[in-house]
C-alpha cells in the first residue's frame, strides 16, 4: 500500500505542476507551448519532447525541450511519425515501440540517427482543425502509464488553445499594421459629401468596396448609394459632425451585417466655413471577430485553470476524492472527533482479484470497470460523507460521527449491490466481489491517524489470505477468525510453506485437467482435439527455445482454450450444417466465457491473455479484438495454429478430416495473413519431423 500511496504522490505532483505551469502563462503563446513541451518533457521522463506544427508539406518543431544541437528544427512532414500522427489524428495518443524495427527506421531519418526505442505522440487540434503533433521520443523502451496518457491529452489541449491563441494575435497584428498602411495612403474608404450628403468624390476603395466606379458614385447621395434607403443612418456620425461641427466616430452596422467604423471630419476653409464632411470609414468585421474569438480562448484557459485546481483534490478518472486530499481530511476528521467527543469509522475497501481483470480485457476495460466501481460507490454514501480512491482498486469511505455498527451496515449494503450489480458494457461484462476492513474511533482505540491505516492494513491482508469477498473488523482477528497454527522454529515455517505451496500446485494442476473433462463431457470431439493441440503447441513452444515458465503455461493454456464452449448450446457446437451469422457470433464469445470462468483463480491468472486471444489473426481480422502481430501473446498465437491444424486434420460434425497433405497447404497459404509466419514455419518442421 506505501508504494501505491507513492505512485498517487507522483501523479499529483504531476497535475500540481501542470497546474502551476498554467497559472504562470505569459501573453505570448509561443513561450508558452515551449513551457508545456518542456514539462510535458520532464515529467514523463523522456529523451526529448517536440511540438511540430504542420505548415503545408513541412513540419517546423515550433516547441522542444532538449532537442540535439545538430537537430533539423524545419523538415519534408512525408515519411516522419508526427506527419501520420496529424493525417490520422484521433483523441487518443499514439504508441510506438521498438522503432528501428518499423518501417519509420527508414522514412524517418531521426529514428536511426539518434537511436530512438519509442515514441509517443497525440494529435494537437482546436475546434476540429488539425495543427500540429505533440511527441516524447526514448533512447531505450518505455510504456506510459494511464495517468501519463491523460497528462499528454491534457498538455496537448492546452499547446492546441495556445496555437489558436497565437494565430489570433498574428491575424489582429498584420490587420493593425494593413490597416495603417492603408490610412496613410488614403486607402480606407474616404467619402468628400456636401452639406446635404452628396457624394463630390470617392477614393478607390470606396469604389472596390461597392462594386462601382468613383466617377458613378460622384453626386449621388451616400446613403442611397451605400445602403439603398431613403433617409440617412440614424445616429450616423456624418450627420452628426455636421450639426456639431466636431469630429464624430462612431460603430455601425451595416445592412449587410459587416461592422464599420466611421468618422465625420467637418472641412472648413480659410474663414472657417464649413464647405463639407470627410467621411472615413473602416471595416472592422473580421477584427471584432477575432476580438470575440480571443475573448472566448481566454474564457476557455480560465475555465481549465478552475479545472485543474479541482484536480488537485479530485482523481480526475472516477471524481472521487484522492489520495492527497485524503490525507488532509483524516487529520482534520481525527482531530474534530476527539475534540467534540463523537465517533468516526472508516469502510477500506479492496476489489478482489482486479488485476486478473486488467490481464483479460486490458487496462481500458479496467478503466471503464473503476469508474461504474466508484459510481456505486457515490450513490451509497451519504452527503457529508468522503468516498477516496486510495490506490489503483482501493478505496475508503470516511463516515464522521458513525459508529462501527453503522459502519457495518453501510459496509454490507455497498457489498449487495456490488454483487448484484453487471460491470462492463456491451458484450464484456463481469461482476466483482470485495474485501473490506471497518475501523473506528473510539471503539478500536487508535491514537493517530495514521493508526486507521495501519490496522486496515492488517484486517485487509488477513481477509485476502482467506479468499477475500467478505467484511471484517479487529474483533474478527481477536476472536481467532483469522487464527493459524503457531510457529515455533524457521524448520517448522520452512516446511509449512513447502507443505503449502506444494499442496496448492498439485491442486491447481489437478484443477486444469478437471476443467478440460468438463469440456469432453459436454463435446466429444473438443475433448480428444484438445489433447493433440497440446501436443502441437507444446513441440512449437519447445523449437522455439521459449523459457519453461512460458512452455508450461501454453501447455496448460492449450488444454483450456476450449472452455468457454460450456456456455455455448449443444445444437450450435454438434450442428451438421453452416452456422448462420448469430451462431457464429455466439461461437466468438467462447473465449470470454473461458476468460470469465477461471478469472477469480489466482494460480489461473498467466493462462487468461493466451485463452482470450488465441482467437486472434496476425492480419488483424480475427476476435474478440482484432489484434494484429506482435500485439498478440506468443502463447496466443502458438496455441491458435495448432488448434487450426488439429480441427483441420479432425472429423467434424459439418466435414470430414482432410488429409494432412492439404492441411499443411492450408496453413502455408494463410502464413502471414492468420498465422505468425515463424511459427508457421516452426510447425511445418514439428510435422516433418514427425513423418521422419
Known amino acids: 500500500m506505501r508504494s501505491i500511496c507513492m505512485e498517487y504522490q507522483a501523479i499529483e505532483n504531476h497535475f500540481l505542476k501542470l497546474s502551476e505551469c498554467f497559472l504562470s502563462f505569459s501573453s505570448e503563446p509561443i513561450k508558452n507551448i515551449n513551457r508545456l513541451v518542456a514539462l510535458c518533457g520532464e515529467l514523463m521522463g523522456a529523451t526529448c519532447a517536440l511540438y511540430n506544427r504542420l505548415e503545408g508539406d513541412l513540419l517546423c518543431s515550433v516547441g522542444k525541450w532538449n532537442a540535439p544541437s545538430d537537430y533539423s528544427l524545419i523538415d519534408r512532414a512525408e515519411g516522419h511519425i508526427c506527419y501520420d500522427v496529424i493525417r490520422y489524428a484521433t483523441e487518443d495518443i499514439v504508441f510506438i515501440r521498438h522503432l528501428q524495427n518499423t518501417p519509420y527506421a527508414n522514412s524517418d531519418l531521426n529514428v536511426k540517427k539518434y537511436g530512438l526505442q519509442t515514441y509517443i505522440g497525440h494529435a494537437v487540434k482546436f475546434n476540429g482543425k488539425d495543427m500540429g503533433a505533440l511527441c516524447v521520443v526514448y533512447q531505450k523502451d518505455f510504456v506510459p502509464t494511464t495517468e501519463e496518457e491523460r497528462l499528454m491529452g491534457i498538455i496537448a489541449f492546452a499547446i492546441g488553445v495556445e496555437e489558436e491563441r497565437n494565430r489570433t494575435l498574428e491575424v489582429l497584428k498584420k490587420g493593425s499594421e494593413e490597416k495603417s498602411l492603408l490610412l496613410n495612403n488614403m486607402n480606407e474608404l474616404v467619402v468628400y459629401q456636401d452639406g446635404t450628403n452628396k457624394i463630390i468624390w470617392a477614393n478607390k476603395a470606396t469604389a472596390d468596396a461597392f462594386n462601382t466606379t468613383s466617377e458613378l458614385l460622384e453626386g449621388k447621395i451616400c446613403y442611397k448609394a451605400f445602403h439603398n434607403i431613403d433617409e440617412p443612418c440614424k445616429n450616423c456620425p456624418v450627420v452628426r459632425s455636421q450639426e456639431t461641427g466636431n469630429i464624430e466616430e ?251 505451496t ?146 483441420l486434420i479432425s472429423d467434424r460434425p459439418y466435414r470430414k478430416a482432410l488429409p494432412k497433405k492439404e492441411a499443411l497447404r492450408i496453413i502455408k497459404e494463410n502464413s502471414g495473413k492468420q498465422f505468425d509466419p515463424k511459427i508457421a514455419d516452426v510447425l511445418i518442421e514439428v510435422l516433418k519431423k514427425g513423418r521422419d
Not at 467637418?266 to 472592422?284: F, Q, S
Not at 454514501?381 to 477516496?388: E, K, L, P, T
Not at 468457454?564 to 449443444?570: A, M, N, P, V
Not at 477461471?598 to 498467466?606: C, K, M, S, V, Y
Open 502 to 647: 506444494k499442496k496448492s500446485n498439485q491442486s491447481s494442476v489437478e484443477s486444469i485437467f478437471a476443467f478440460a473433462k468438463t469440456i469432453e463431457l459436454k463435446d466429444h470431439y473438443t475433448g480428444n482435439h484438445v489433447e493433440r493441440t497440446v501436443y502441437y503447441a507444446n513441440e512449437i513452444a519447445k523449437r522455439l527455445r521459449l523459457p519453461a515458465e512460458d512452455i508450461k503455461l501454453i501447455e496448460q493454456a492449450s488444454m483450456l482454450h476450449d472452455l468457454g464452449k460450456i456456455g455455448i448450446s449443444e445444437k450450435i457446437l454438434l450442428k451438421k450444417g453452416p452456422l448462420t451469422r448469430k451462431e457464429f457470433n455466439k461461437i466468438k464469445n467462447h473465449p470470454k466465457i473461458g476468460v470469465d470462468i477461471i478469472r477469480p483463480i489466482q494460480f489461473f491468472h498467466g493462462l487468461l491473455p493466451l485463452i482470450l486471444h488465441h482467437h486472434e489473426r496476425w492480419d488483424g481480422k480475427g476476435y474478440p479484438f482484432g489484434l494484429k502481430g506482435s500485439e498478440i501473446p506468443i502463447g496466443a498465437r502458438i496455441i491458435a495454429i495448432a488448434d487450426v491444424y488439429e480441427a
Open 250 to 500: 462612431k460603430e455601425m452596422f451595416s445592412p449587410d451585417g459587416r461592422v464599420w467604423i466611421i468618422k465625420g471630419m467637418p472641412v472648413r476653409d480659410k474663414a472657417n466655413k464649413m464647405r463639407g464632411i470627410l467621411e472615413v470609414a473602416r471595416d472592422v468585421t473580421e477584427k471584432k471577430k477575432y476580438e470575440k474569438n480571443l475573448n472566448q480562448l481566454n474564457k476557455g484557459l480560465l475555465k481549465s485553470n478552475k479545472k485543474l485546481k479541482r484536480l488537485v483534490i479530485k482523481d480526475p478518472h472516477t471524481g472521487l476524492y484522492n489520495h492527497r486530499y485524503f490525507k488532509e481530511i483524516i487529520e482534520t476528521e481525527f482531530y474534530r472527533t476527539k475534540r467534540y467527543n463523537q465517533m468516526l469509522s472508516m469502510i477500506f475497501i479492496d476489489i478482489d482479484y482486479f488485476r486478473s481483470v486488467n490481464d483479460a480485457y486490458g487496462y481500458k476495460f479496467g478503466d471503464l470497470i473503476l469508474k461504474q466501481f466508484a459510481d456505486r460507490l457515490k450513490k451509497s454514501v451519504r452527503m457529508h460523507d468522503y468516498a477516496v480512491r486510495f490506490g489503483d482498486e482501493e478505496f475508503i469511505i470516511i463516515l464522521p460521527g458513525s459508529s462501527k455498527s453503522g459502519a457495518l451496515e453501510l459496509g454490507q449494503r455497498i457489498s449487495n449491490s456490488i454483487k448484484m450489480f453487471v460491470f462492463g458494457r456491451g458484450k464484456n461484462t463481469v461482476r466483482l466481489r470485495v474485501s473490506m476492513a471497518i475501523v473506528s474511533y473510539p471503539e478500536d482505540g487508535m491514537s493517530r491517524s495514521s493508526e486507521f491505516i495501519e490496522i486496515a492494513d492488517k484486517i485487509l491482508n488477513k481477509a485476502k489470505e482467506f479468499g477475500g469477498d467478505r467484511i471484517c473488523t479487529v474483533s474478527d482477528m481477536k476472536d481467532g477468525s483469522f487464527a493459524h497454527d503457531k510457529i515455533t522454529t524457521t524448520k517448522h515455517l520452512k516446511q509449512k510453506l513447502a507443505k503449502l
